[in-house]
């Protein structure tokens, strides 16, 4: 079976522009996390969808903003990137809630602000 | 403030050698997960540890988790290149639902 995947598996971006990172979780699963990593650094959390709807959100600001989709794939949307936005982009799925269910991961977007 | 407290940041050894990472956190928590992440992929989990005291075995890995449930470690013996990563610490839950919250990582190099 395949894994979570993620697309683009890099991208480079200039300031201020927008960016959509795309993710479909393994088969079955119903929840998509997403969490950015930056170099050196344990990732950390952005959103949590479970069943078309956002159940968690991370400390990051509303330049953020993410959806699922009925077929359980999920969108991270970037507005106005700074350079700081620079990182790997994870998502990890699992197949019902997170609580109490694992979480697999992707292997991630690599995306570098200019 | 880390929640998570990994220990050390950086490890560089000898294939053979033994090592071990410490997690440490001043909360409580009901159970503490262990990841690896290698160049180019994703976090894999390792292992689940939920009792206090609790230890845990994976081939060379031995994972421990506190008695007060605050604190955690992972133990290789006799390293193999493989084991080069970056290893993880995480718990479940906090502020909000679903949310992994990780330790900084420690990575390891295994020299041969």
């Known amino acids: 079976d395949a894994g979570v995947t993620q697309s683009p598996t890099h991208l480079i971006k200039t300031r201020g522009q927008q960016v959509t990172l795309r993710c479909s979780p393994i088969?079955?699963?119903?929840?998509v996390s997403w969490y950015q990593q930056v170099l050196g650094q344990g990732p950390q959390f952005i959103f949590q969808?479970?069943?078309?709807?956002?159940?968690g959100r991370g400390n990051f600001p509303d330049r953020f903003s993410a959806r699922q989709f009925p077929n359980y794939s999920s969108e991270l949307n970037v507005n106005a990137l700074l350079l700081g936005d620079s990182a790997l982009y994870l998502c990890a799925s699992s197949w019902r809630h997170p609580l109490g269910s694992e979480q697999y991961f992707g292997p991630g977007t690599r995306l570098t602000v200019t | 403030t880390q929640l998570l407290e990994q220990s050390p940041q950086f490890l560089s050894i000898q294939e053979g050698e033994n090592l071990t990472v410490y997690c440490n956190s001043s909360?409580?928590?009901?159970?503490l997960q262990w990841y690896r992440q290698e160049p180019g992929e994703g976090p894999v989990l390792l292992v689940t540890?939920?009792?206090?005291?609790e230890v845990k075995k994976l081939k060379r890995l031995t994972f421990q988790f506190g008695d007060a449930r605050k604190d955690s470690s992972l133990h290789i013996t006799a390293a193999q290149t493989g084991d080069t990563g970056l290893y993880l610490c995480?718990?479940?839950?906090?502020?909000?639902?679903?949310?992994?919250?990780f330790g900084q990582g420690t990575i390891l190099t295994v020299h041969p």
């Open positions: 909360s409580v928590f009901s159970s």
């Open positions: 969808y479970y069943e078309k709807e956002e159940r």
């Open positions: 088969s079955g699963h119903k929840s």
């Open positions: 540890v939920v009792t206090g005291g």
């Open positions: 995480a718990v479940l839950g906090g502020t909000s639902y679903g949310k992994l919250t």
